[in-house]
């Protein structure tokens, strides 16, 4: 454990000092812009997602941490005894587990990593925490608000409310609990930040 540690703590360290480059990020197709909205059809993916407790800042930084230690190491390969590395994705997401719009009551949050896209479910390595699982996920279609700055609990969920009232606006449905999918580390300076709020629709 110690190593895998001191593993993140390098690579994330490359990581986000930008010695590590062309960091994967999911497929997808722009069906519609309109300023800072755009309607996206998402390619199927694979994640690695656990569940925690606390606020929202507690909750992401728990989350990431146990996903970062599966992706580091702490796995067994589909075809070894041992472990194996899995490359950095973007963005990490971070999804409350009660209402939305009431982000400050949410005391339980889904946080995922999209994996590789070499990777399937049956050649991924596999993870030795319990608390960390892998997931398919089926091609969706998301309204997502784009924006720079800080991200606090009212914050995200102010813009929620927006992305929200531009779906009803737009006579879209809504279908899934809104997510904030963030690409860039804590110290990121604020303008060069790069936040979403991502809200699952039906098929426009």
């Given at each position: 454990?110690?190593?895998?540690?001191?593993?993140?703590?390098?690579?994330?360290?490359?990581?986000?000092?930008?010695?590590?480059?062309?960091?994967?990020?999911?497929?997808?197709?722009?069906?519609?812009?309109?300023?800072?909205?755009?309607?996206?059809q998402y390619a199927p993916i694979l994640i690695a997602e656990t569940l925690v407790e606390g606020d929202m800042d507690?909750?992401?930084?728990?989350?990431?941490?146990?996903?970062?230690?599966?992706?580091?190491?702490?796995?067994?390969?589909?075809?070894?005894?041992?472990?194996?590395?899995?490359?950095?994705?973007?963005?990490?997401?971070?999804?409350?587990?009660?209402?939305?719009?009431?982000m400050q009551s949410a005391e339980q949050w889904r946080v995922n990593f999209v994996m590789p896209s070499q990777y399937?479910?049956?050649?991924?390595?596999?993870?030795?925490?319990?608390?960390?699982?892998?997931?398919?996920?089926?091609?969706?279609?998301?309204?997502?608000?784009?924006?720079?700055?800080?991200?606090?609990?009212?914050?995200?969920?102010?813009?929620?409310?927006?992305?929200?009232?531009?779906?009803?606006?737009?006579?879209?449905?809504?279908?899934?609990?809104?997510?904030?999918?963030?690409?860039?580390?804590?110290?990121?300076?604020?303008?060069?930040?790069?936040?979403?709020?991502?809200?699952?629709?039906?098929?426009?």
């Amino acid at each position: 454990m110690k190593k895998h540690k001191h593993l993140i703590g390098l690579v994330l360290a490359l990581l986000w000092t930008g010695h590590v480059m062309a960091i994967e990020e999911p497929k997808y197709e722009v069906l519609r812009s309109d300023g800072s909205y755009e309607i996206r059809q998402y390619a199927p993916i694979l994640i690695a997602e656990t569940l925690v407790e606390g606020d929202m800042d507690e909750a992401s930084n728990k989350g990431f941490r146990l996903i970062a230690d599966f992706i580091f190491g702490n796995n067994q390969a589909a075809d070894s005894v041992t472990d194996a590395k899995i490359a950095m994705t973007a963005p990490v997401t971070v999804q409350p587990q009660k209402d939305a719009l009431n982000m400050q009551s949410a005391e339980q949050w889904r946080v995922n990593f999209v994996m590789p896209s070499q990777y399937t479910l049956a050649s991924i390595p596999k993870p030795k925490n319990s608390a960390v699982k892998l997931r398919e996920v089926p091609s969706k279609h998301f309204v997502v608000l784009k924006y720079s700055g800080f991200n606090t609990v009212s914050r995200v969920q102010s813009k929620t409310r927006e992305a929200t009232n531009w779906i009803n606006s737009h006579n879209l449905k809504a279908i899934g609990t809104p997510q904030l999918s963030r690409y860039d580390p804590p110290w990121t300076l604020p303008m060069f930040r790069r936040n979403e709020i991502m809200i699952e629709i039906s098929a426009p």
